[in-house]
């Protein structure tokens, strides 16, 4: 990573006003967000909007012909470029032809994006931008780090100095005040400006119609009161047909700020009467700049479902920490990294794209349907085939792929820690470079004995019907192995022998994760052998991301290299695959595995790890089998959200993890319960070592382990 | 439906009124304009923008109040404390009330005015915006507004402030016995 990329987290992250901000807004918006969309089916919903985004997606040529043929009838000049340099041009030729000196905007990315506003200034025409967070942030020579908020990392105290300055007066931080300072000030730069600049939330081709969604109400009067007004349009904001315009503003507000409707929405299709009786100078730009090239790959066409509600920044535990700025480019967040990476460039994402916890928590909320965390893996593997994989990193894969190596190795690291270790189980500091990896979490001690031969002397009862082969994953076979011994204490009781395959080697997520996906191939096609070697009736995991691995992601990295050969095995592998709280749910259920009775186990609380909860869909098996055990479930608040582990992240961007785990631990000490259950044992590391570190006295426990001990004798 | 308007609207801090003939609301909008202090000086003008309804009433009433205009300039409408415009359709579920405002002096009196009053018949209120966009042809409007409450913005540390660039107030005025339109 870049040294001037890691500086800009840094500076983020030390910035108490915007994390402040941030953080409190994201934990509103969950709330107000579920109760603006109360009574709608929201994958009703979002499936309506990616058919119909994904249907003007693929016929791009087609909706802009038909769009301009429309507009144009209606008398309205619609000009059609690919190029940014174009768009500027054109703005410039129509200003100048007609004496303009003052142009009034409302918000809009697309100009932000082509950076509009000092090409006009530079010609002399003076430019206000209208939105007030878009002035506040005009005003402070900024760009905006947010598509729906731009000036949310801002404080009132930093906004009364900019206004002050601009009406030279010293003006409080009393916000209402403000508000008024603004409209006072851009009153009259309404009532003068000679042409309004808009940008289009939806471009109808049926109609040949632009839709303008604001609160402000700056919209409606920059497209009102100059006689020139010019809209440029993004062609990702086409849609075929008029009643289309139904589905996109009943999820665009709900999900932008929890509106059921914004105060304004304005359709305009063809030029309307000025003031003074002449009429409208109506130019539409439709403006391409690679967004057709994005709808032409088969992967990314997805990105076009964007309806740029910004929810996938709302919900990131990232972006809440770091905001916008960190992202350098115009779009921000999830869904900005993969427009930097098509509309500048996918160098430009380089860094950004590492922002990524994986989690997948925008993917569950994006009313466009659209994957944000499997482009960005997208995004990694391209970039690493365009550059290849780091030499560190490459040296790393080889280690970890050799499983005897990969743990004498950490044992040899752990044992050296000995000293930091002080005789428990955890590794609370490390020295110099390697500080920043304790830096508020414990790692844990390797165990002396790795799974895999502790596997060897557990002695199984005999004549068991069924077979279920173990995938270990490389934290059970090395750090927790009595996790994996827990795993068969509870499946002999159900009568399935459990099977520990030698050849099993690391899931692969970590390569895959960085975008490595040759090397994740290696590690599916090994594991692939060793796990279907011999018959067994499932093949069970208490690792959520090593599951998702078995049962997904093997397919997906062969069809994205376009191996086809294993394919039909790996389909197999995927339909034996099982994570441990599903089967075991499913076997109390079934009366095959009895839980002592009546147990009265007091409070738990339960973290839902993102790989269960979200691409297995779950979260709740492991909630149901705790509360048969005797356990009384109180729930967390944000219990779905990322602990800060995600692998390598924690390793790769310390500072960001940290603080996420920080936040983790205090909801789970506000329950109250001295427990709290997880299932990934990933998750019990991060959350663990926290603990270790904050001293307090709550119990981190895998699932398996909690239920290991309350089986029926 | 006018229930389930009247709540959505009033929770996104419009206000609500509601009379059964247009003789009525006349007497509502002379009381609301004298009560604002609608005057003959910049700042205090009041602005009408021509609509079905004032041809349905007696506007000597109106026009006897002092710095009331009914053809709107936008010198006038940018100095209005009120600006009164009647609207085409109201949707009941999100509290919306949708206009044809292709005729400028329409978005002038409901941009410009610190107040903008909405009358609105009852015949126009509609369920749902599907509802309203299965009747409504752009093709003979070419400004479509639609309204819901004053205008708003949160963009200062994520405080709900009212009355930023529109009005800071939005009084809808339902009139029952004002058919035709629908």
Sequence with gaps: MQQEFKQSIDKALHNANLTGALGKFSEAYKVNRAKAYEGIDFEALRTTIAGLKGYAASHLEELSDQFQ????????????TNDPAKVREYILKVAQE??????????????????????????????????????????????PSHMVMPAIHMTK?????????????????????????????????????????????????????IALVTNEGNARLVT??????????????????????????????????????????????????????????LHIILMDNRRSEMAADPMFKEAMQCIRCASCLNVCPIFRLVGGHVFGKVYTGGIGTILTAWYDELKSSEDIQGLCIQCGACKDVCPGKIDIPGLIMELRRRLVKEQGVPLLQKSIYAVVNNRRLFHSMLRAASVAGKPFSKGTKFIRHLPMFLAELTDGRSLPAIAAKPFRDVFKTIEQPKGLKEKAVFYGGCLIDFAYPEMGVALVKILNRAGIEVLFPEGQTCCGAPARYNGAYETAAGNAADNIEALLAEPADYVISACPTCTVALDHEFIVTFESLGR????????????????????????????????????QLGAITYHDSCHLKRTLKADQAPRQLLAQAGYELTEMFECDTCCGMGGSYSLKLPEISAPILQRKLKNIKDTGAPVVAMDCPGCVMQIRGGMDQDGAAVRVRHTVELIADQLKD | MFNQFKTRAEGVSAEVHRFSTPAEALDFLVGFVRAEGVADQPGQYGVFADCPFLAAVDRQQLEAVAGMSFAVTREQAAGAKVGISQLDWALADTGTLVQDA???????VSTLPTIHVALIATSGLRADMPAWLAEIKPESANYIAMITGPSRTADIERVLTIGVHGPERLVIVFIDQLGGTH
């Design chain 1, 69 to 80: 043929k429309n507009a144009e009838a209606k008398g309205a000049k619609v000009f059609r």
């Design chain 1, 98 to 143: 007609n004496g303009v000196r003052s142009v009034v905007k409302s918000k809009s990315m697309a100009t932000e994006e082509i950076h509009l506003n000092p090409y006009l200034e530079k010609a002399g025409i003076e430019v206000g931008e209208t939105d007030l967070g878009e002035w506040i942030i005009q005003l402070a020579g900024q760009t």
């Design chain 1, 157 to 209: 105290e930093e906004v009364a100095d900019l206004f002050s300055k601009e009406v030279d007066e010293r003006l409080a931080s009393d916000i209402p005040r403000l508000v008024k300072v603004a409209r006072n000030e851009l009153r009259p730069k309404f009532l003068k400006a000679d042409m309004g600049i808009s940008g289009g939330n939806m471009a109808v081709a049926e109609t040949g119609s």
């Design chain 1, 224 to 281: 009102s009161l100059p006689k020139i007004h010019i809209a440029v349009v993004g062609i990702e904001k086409l849609v075929a047909k008029f009643s289309d315009i139904g589905p996109i503003l009943k999820a665009l507000p709900r999900s932008a700020t929890a509106q059921l409707l914004t105060s304004y929405v304005s359709i305009i299709s063809g030029p309307t009467p000025n003031s003074d009786g002449s009429m409208k100078d």
């Design chain 1, 564 to 599: 086809k050969k294993l394919l039909p095995q790996a389909r197999e592998l995927a339909a034996k695959t099982i994570d441990f709280s599903t089967l075991v749910k499913k076997l109390v259920d079934e009366g095959r595995l009895s839980l002592k009775e009546g147990q």
């Design chain 2, 102 to 108: 292709t005729a400028v002096d329409k978005r002038l």
